[in-house]
């Protein structure tokens, strides 16, 4: 099907937000701080509250979301996109607003290290480390953390998968759930041939580009093994042993396959997934104030809300 018109108006401004987003990278203009509403109105809730954490590498900002309070809720750490180059905490604001209210959960929202000046494996490790504090710090901040998930979207979804793994592997906190939105799987998959598949069929047009992500990619993994797991969770020996996993697709959008691809092979491994393509969709859409993205956070928020009780 074509690309529904609910993107018709939203996809101009996006192409203008990339074109900022990689100046900000490359360095050649300041980043601008968006207001939360800069794409609609802000939703309330109960509880909201900055925090900055100190690690070992850095401050780590986060932001915390409450849906209510007097009860210990199921915890969502939750990984911002924008390609490890760019977003944070406000840019996302409204989507982790949403997604405490329809999971009714308590939602930590984390502002990891950017590329190209925090490459690889900064922001994994930012990330891992949000994890650690949330679940030693969870009866502070009202949540249960053994109703625990990892979420997040393209970029941050990437991160989810790959801090699903990193838990895994090293008999970190136990996850119940991972939330993967539009994720990219293969970030090596792209350095090895002519665009095939969905990276060739929507390419340019679709707000992604295959040269904004080509760069993202260059900026993140620098001089790393771009088939780490840690960095491709695709590529991963097994995939066995992970919590079950919702992954959303967009039809019109660079990354759906890797998504399909990842789903595929955690099936395979024995893992509960379910899979879920949006037609008529763009890279991105559960940030636009469309109906569209309304019903995916609905959705997301309904199956984690299964998961975690």
């Not at 939360?36 to 509250?49: K, L």
């Not at 199921?74 to 840019?91: E, I, K, R």
Request: proline fraction near 8%; aromatic fraction near 6%; charge should be negative.
């Amino acid at each position: 099907m074509p690309v529904n018109p609910q993107f018709s108006i939203t996809l101009p401004r996006l192409q203008e937000a990339v074109a900022m987003s990689r100046a900000i990278a490359e360095g050649k203009v300041l980043p601008i701080d968006m207001p939360p509403a800069a794409m609609g109105p802000i939703t309330p809730v109960a509880h909201v509250e900055n925090r900055i954490l100190s690690t070992p590498e850095g401050l780590v900002p986060i932001r915390i979301y409450a849906p209510r309070q007097g009860v210990a809720l199921p915890l969502v750490m939750f990984f911002h996109g924008g390609g490890f180059v760019s977003g944070d905490v406000n840019t996302h604001d409204e989507i982790t607003r949403q997604l405490a209210i329809a999971a009714d959960c308590v939602v930590v929202s984390v502002s990891y290290r950017l590329a190209p000046a925090h490459p690889f494996p900064a922001a994994l490790h930012d990330c891992l480390a949000a994890i650690d504090w949330a679940v030693s710090h969870a009866a502070e901040i009202g949540a249960d953390a053994t109703r625990l998930a990892v979420a997040g979207d393209s970029a941050g979804g990437n991160l989810a998968a790959v801090t699903a793994q990193y838990l895994r592997d090293n008999n970190g906190a136990k996850l119940s759930a991972q939330l993967l939105i539009y994720p990219g799987t293969d970030p090596a998959g792209r350095r090895e041939g002519a665009p095939r598949g969905s990276m060739a069929e929507t390419g340019e047009g679709f707000y992604i580009s295959q040269e904004m992500m080509d760069f993202n990619h260059a900026s993140y993994i620098a001089g790393a093994d771009a088939c780490s797991p840690y960095i491709s969770p695709l590529r991963a020996q097994s995939l066995a042993n992970l919590p079950p996993a919702l992954v959303l697709t967009a039809e019109y959008d660079l990354l759906r396959d890797q998504g399909h691809a990842y789903a595929k092979c955690l099936a395979e491994a024995g893992v509960l997934v379910e899979l879920v393509n949006y037609e008529g969709a763009i890279h991105g859409f559960l940030s636009f104030p469309v109906p569209m993205g309304k019903e995916a956070i609905e959705n997301c928020g309904a199956w984690l809300r299964q998961q975690l009780s």
